[in-house]
């Protein structure tokens, strides 16, 4: 949406550009959609307590999720299938599609959107809630339903 880049654009002048390293020191989240190998555990060692990786480059993420893991990494999450939280829109769309065909409709708004994010999230319970398992996956029993049920 154009309003969403025009308010993010709006910000950058006041933002200090600074090298991604020295960017990561003490930071609590590194989100990548770039390039493979792009962080060490160096990096990850750098950040703030218990960080939060997301390495969503394909096919290789900016960093293989057992470096970032034994760097320090809470919770790491690829775009991979073959590593827990895979991070991927094919985790939505059976369910977001059958809803439409469903209900007839031809429009997904952004609050339908969001609630097929926390439906999504509402698969996987508290009890199951852990440092390897923060997202369904694609073939988890329930998320195609329980997005559905909410849109």
């Known amino acids: 949406n154009d309003v969403y880049l025009e308010d993010l654009a709006s910000l950058l002048p006041e933002m200090e550009v600074v090298p991604m390293k020295q960017a990561l020191h003490g930071a609590d989240f590194f989100l990548g959609l770039s390039a493979a190998g792009l962080i060490t555990g160096k990096e990850v060692k750098s950040m703030g307590k218990n960080p939060i990786v997301?390495?969503?480059?394909?096919?290789?993420?900016?960093?293989?999720?057992?470096?970032?893991?034994?760097?320090?990494?809470?919770?790491?999450?690829?775009?991979?299938?073959?590593?827990?939280?895979?991070?991927?829109?094919?985790?939505?769309?059976?369910?977001?599609?059958?809803?439409?065909?469903?209900?007839?409709?031809?429009?997904?708004?952004?609050?339908?959107?969001?609630?097929?994010?926390?439906?999504?999230?509402?698969?996987?319970?508290?009890?199951?809630?852990?440092?390897g398992i923060i997202i369904p996956g694609v073939f988890s029993r329930g998320v195609v339903d329980r997005i559905i049920e909410v849109l």
């Not at 970032?68 to 790491?76: I, R």
């Not at 299938?81 to 952004?110: C, E, H, M, W």
């Open 54 to 131: 997301f390495a969503l480059a394909n096919p290789d993420p900016e960093i293989m999720p057992q470096e970032a893991s034994h760097a320090g990494a809470a919770v790491v999450a690829t775009g991979r299938s073959d590593f827990p939280n895979q991070i991927n829109n094919v985790l939505a769309f059976p369910g977001i599609f059958s809803a439409l065909i469903k209900k007839r409709q031809t429009i997904l708004s952004d609050a339908a959107k969001i609630r097929a994010a926390e439906a999504i999230a509402s698969c996987v319970t508290p009890g199951q809630l852990k440092r």
